[in-house]
């Protein structure tokens, strides 16, 4: 369900790029460092954003360091590391691991099962460390769940119990920015959820799968350009989502890294989107209308 909340790398000056690659390197580096390999491949563009927007936030100092890894063996590459990065490092781990459950106890997944014994111990500490981090996530997931198990096509719950979730997550220290960092990451995760199902619908049609915007495809299914108005629908719900995290973001006092953060409220968010609209109108197969 992650990856959407990136960077459009044709829009970043190469300082910024550079910056940002430091500060994702920088989440890698803690992730193997805290959790082992197995905490490092639960690397995600998306807490790299949440990290760099807390160290806006809160002028965090942030050291530049230099560290080999598996991808840059012979020559050091520069990181970017402070108290945030293991925050976001934390909060990656503890989100995989309920991840994993929700597909265990969804689809009786393997890989979910696997995922729950590597990953259970790690996660019941981090839960230790950060009690309302944790209790409000078990919490949205079990509503979204009992939600997705009655095939709700009501796309505004379903995604605000995936907003609520990530507002909490937003939530490092509750202080005079708390609520709008809450506004702010339940926006953002709401947005992050009607992504996942846009981009899933065809291959979720083709097998049968829970999809909160299938009500909404089929009521242009008998329209000659039902891609094209589908398309429309959906990019107004996301632009809206967009529009309200954008508006909690520009009341925060960010000034460290602004230019990052907007280039991936502003164009990074658009990405995926612009890529699927792209393949339908030059291979016309996203969506292709034969397959769903």
Known sequence: MFG??????????????????????????????????????????DMTFVVILLTSLYEEGTPLKTRRCAVHPVKKIPILQNAMTRYGADMNVLLTYYHFMDDWQDEKSLLGLSGLH??????QKIGERYPR????????????????????QDVDAVSGAFGRLMEELFVFRQDRWEDKLREMGFYLGKFIY?????????????????????????QYAAHPEKSEKFFGACGQMLEM?????????????CLQEADILRNILYSGVWVKYRKIIKD??????????GSI
């Not at 981090?133 to 709700?152: D, N, T, V």
């Not at 339908?280 to 209308?289: A, L, P, S």
């Open 4 to 45: 959407y909340v990136t960077i459009d790398k044709p829009e970043m000056k190469i300082r910024d790029y550079y910056q940002y690659k430091g500060y994702y390197c920088g989440l890698c580096h803690e992730l193997k460092d805290a959790y082992g390999f197995r905490g490092q491949m639960t690397l995600t563009y």
């Open 118 to 123: 590597l990953l259970h111990k790690k996660a």
């Open 133 to 152: 981090q944790a209790a409000a996530f078990l919490r949205q997931l079990k509503i979204l769940r009992a939600l997705e198990e009655r095939q709700s």
């Open 194 to 218: 009607i992504m996942d199902a846009f981009e899933d619908l065809p291959e979720d049609r083709k097998k049968g799968l829970y999809n909160p915007l299938k009500k909404l495809w089929s």
């Open 241 to 253: 989502m967009i529009a309200k995290a954008s508006s909690a973001f520009e009341q925060l006092p």
């Open 280 to 289: 339908e109108d030059t291979k016309g197969g996203f969506y292709d209308h």
